[in-house]
T-cell receptor
Framework: DAMVIQNPRYQVTQFGKPVTLSCSQTLNHNVMYWYQQKSSQAPKLLFHYYDKDFNNEADTPDNFQSRRPNTSFCFLDIRSPGLGDAAMYLC????????????FGQGTRLTVV | DAKTTQPNSMESNEEEPVHLPCNHSTISGTDYIHWYRQLPSQGPEYVIHGLTSNVNNRMASLAIAEDRKSSTLILHRATLRDAAVYYCILRAVSGNTPLVFGKGTRLSVIA
């Protein structure tokens, strides 16, 4: 059974129209991550939560925001998607502590038209 | 952040062992060495991690140099399903260090 679930798998949005991607987990992990992955590139960390503490990477654009209303759910909001935001967005969780493994969802592929 | 260096790509024959190298000359004493892989069209998956001693699990083995400045991920018998991008990642022991990916090595497996 999937432990980190991302919905939808494919999302098409219009240029400039706000879009929200969702991630849920059944692992009760306290750390959740969002990554952006463009074609033939490595995943790029956007931000992560350690419990309720939000950590934004320095080069994450202001256009990207996140919410974590409870342990199980995390959302990625893109306020005004541009063509350059088309990518695979990956959610991951871990138990916290760097000796632990992270579990990834299947990703949401975002297309901006 | 401590950095890792991996070859861009490697090729292996099916059913042969594969040794994927990673250099991390600036590793600190409290950095774990993690390996993840990403199969085509999937999210990354954990492979193995270690601190100082060599580690084995059902997927692979991790050999860590005595000075910890390099490590090698060993796949004992490559299969076509092992074709993926393999990432070597350092993570400090402190509890809130995120998982940051480098460029990784693209492994091709030839039948």
């Amino acid at each position: 059974d999937a432990m980190v679930i991302q919905n939808p798998r494919y999302q098409v949005t219009q240029f400039g129209k706000p879009v929200t991607l969702s991630c849920s987990q059944t692992l009760n992990h306290n750390v959740m991550y969002w990554y952006q992955q463009k074609s033939s590139q490595a995943p790029k960390l956007l931000f992560h939560y350690y419990d309720k503490d939000f950590n934004n990477e320095a080069d994450t654009p202001d256009n990207f925001q996140s919410r974590r209303p409870n342990t199980s759910f995390c959302f990625l909001d893109i306020r005004s998607p541009g063509l350059g935001d088309a990518a695979m967005y990956l959610c991951a969780t871990s138990r916290g502590g760097t000796g632990t493994e992270a579990f990834f969802g299947q990703g949401t592929r975002l297309t901006v038209v | 952040d401590a950095k890792t260096t991996q070859p861009n790509s490697m090729e292996s024959n099916e059913e042969e062992p594969v040794h994927l190298p990673c250099n991390h000359s600036t590793i600190s004493g409290t950095d774990y060495i993690h390996w993840y892989r990403q199969l085509p069209s999937q999210g990354p998956e954990y492979v193995i991690h270690g601190l100082t001693s060599n580690v084995n699990n059902r997927m692979a083995s991790l050999a860590i140099a005595e000075d910890r400045k390099s490590s090698t991920l060993i796949l004992h018998r490559a299969t076509l399903r092992d074709a993926a991008v393999y990432y070597c990642i350092l993570r400090a022991v402190s509890g809130n260090t995120p998982l940051v990916f480098g460029k990784g090595t693209r492994l091709s497996v030839i039948a």
